[in-house]
């Protein structure tokens, strides 16, 4: 199978479409949970094919965007250590604090590295004894398994120089917390197909029947979110609220079992504040008691941080899916990526920086026209 | 003349071999220095400008407009599939004159090497500089060496700059696209920028992709023989790719750029390692690909005129400059939408998940 073509095919999306317009007699807000299908919807223009009725509402799932500006600080406070490797994925790197990013912090001379697996952190601690070595741990259930893994390792190796600061959150709490919102008009849920190969979905039953809503499992290539798409909008007309499995070469009912165990072993559920949103009971890990030792934020006494958040930035309503980007007066005027007044506009998956990106400062009019 | 040194088999010749690493008195101007010149520049560039030694080369040239570029190189590693950073310091001043509708002449070589910099590594280095000079046919005719305290430098890095006569009759130059011209480039996309990335400390993944490093003078001379002035602009697409070259077109031309973005030219395993990494493949660097916007009558012969050229084989028209939308570039996706391929602000950043 070739995953990057025939999943982009352009007649098959067509069709697809097609039958979503023909299904959708009502205007239906279907949420697309993570940020990497929102990305890949604005990248491909996969909402430009769908019927006007019909609106994609941009979820909370882009990690860099809801971890809290107070850990941010924090990690840019640890980062600046002497005595500190910093180990970051890259796109952490960019996301502002209240005075200054991860790219600030290493030309005033902080160790600040990119890495692309936690255990390439890992690595670093056991070639660089004398240094402490501190990887950020940010994510969803898609990172944490090797998170986890590279934990269990530095405890095993007895890697005294080795931690994390952590801040993981979870998926299902945070589609309760929307569906508890009174605000809320999302009426469907497309799951994330990558939380969901590690976790599976037998999470989402209760709460599809406990708020009568669909949730169809997704995956992230165009077809993929044309095929959730279609399958949410043929719930939502028949009066259906059940939870279908739209991306099963990838995603089974139990999910990756081994790495829930590893996951139970290393973290614990915790209340977690999530960036503009605010905090969420339950919706989150962090190291459990046998792995507290590796948590940076019990290391490294970091004191003085004095958290700002910018006035003008509402991407809390983005995340929530209350507004969309451009309905934020700041949009591509006083926050741009280069920029950027809240974590929504940093991150390749954040809502914020797709429609800029993208190019969503025009008009569908002028983006059909163009 | 006779042939060339052979490096492949260096061993460091008498006095070099007292010191098997670059010292701090390598970059000092005293003997040290007059000895890593004659022993290792020299037989490599040799040329009568250069062998004169002099404070500057004194060159001849034809009468006519004049190209001048410069460029510093600091890629790393300093060898990656595909090339080095010596072929990349000639060819990629040779490209910026080619693609400016100049005849590649002569270049300047400056070197800032670090302390400890193993000998035999820069003599692989000035090898590979001085063959792929000889294949773009121009002669280092100057040069310099500083060297850095250890810790201070990253092995070596490299500036070069460049002179070459403008073929007669060409005007080309990124504020000349006009509505209506053709969008083409002659090659596939990415290869050098996904090639160093598969190479990178902490990201070495198995792959086949090799670098595009590669001069384009032959080719350029053949597009102008082809379209002569229909050629309105031509760039080639190094750092940021090809989205950062199409944007400084579209805003340097007040025009918009429309591109259809099936018809890229994308080898499945560049587009398979960018999509593993988060990146998007029109952004990432090409060392041996050019971007030509010519007047529509024209686009077939400067297409076929590319795909001639052995290094030209994947060329293709992937679009064309309108009216509409002046500063932008437009892209036609797969599924028949747009997006707007926006100027990058730094580097792309590998994403989370």
Redesign the interface.
Known sequence: M?Y?TEF???AI??KLADEIRRTATRPWKIMEVCG?QTHSI?????D??LPSSLQLVHGPGC??CVTPLELIDRALAIAALPSVVFCS??????VPGSEKDL?RVKSEGGDVR???SPL?AVNLARRNPSKEVVFFG???E??APANAMAIHLAKNEGLRNFSMLVSHVLVPPAIEAIMQSPLNQVQAFLAAG?VCSVMGYWQYPPLAERFHVPIVVTGFE?LDLLEGIRRAVHQLESGRAEVENAYARVVTFEGNRPAQALLSQVFEVTDRAWRGIGVIPQSGWRLSPAYRDFDAELRFEVTGIHTHESPLCRSGDVLRGAIKPTDCPAFGNQCT??HPLGATMV???GACAAY????RF?SAD????? | MPDAPDFSVWSCPLPLRDYPNIVIGHGGGGKLSAELVEHLFLPAFRNTALADLGDAALLDVPSGRLAFSTDSFVVRPLFFPGGSIGDLSVNGTVNDLAVSGARPLYLSAGFILEEGFPLAELARIVDHMAAAARSAGVTIATGDTKVVEKGHGDGCYINTAGIGVVIDGIDVGPSLARPGDAILVSGFLGDHGMAIMSVRE??EFETAIESDCAPLHEMTAAIFKAAGPAVHAMRDPTRGGLASTLNEIAHASKV?I?IDE?ALPIR?EV??AC?L??LDPVYVANEGKLVAVVEAAAASAVLEAMRRHPKGRGAAIVGRVTK??PG?V?AR????????I?MQ??EQ?????
């Open positions: 070739k990057l982009r095919d352009g999306a067509r990497g604005i990248r491909h223009g996969i430009q094919l990690p860099v994925f890259g796109d952490m790197l960019r790219f990119i890495v692309y390439d940010v994510g969803f898609t990172t990558h165009p990526p280069r991150s390749s998956e800029f990106n993208y190019g025009l002028e983006l059909t026209h163009a | 902490g990201l918009g429309a099936t499945p587009q398979s999509e990494l988060g509409e939308h932008l437009v996706t797969a599924l028949g939408a747009k997006r707007v926006p602000i730094g950043l590998p994403r989370i998940c």
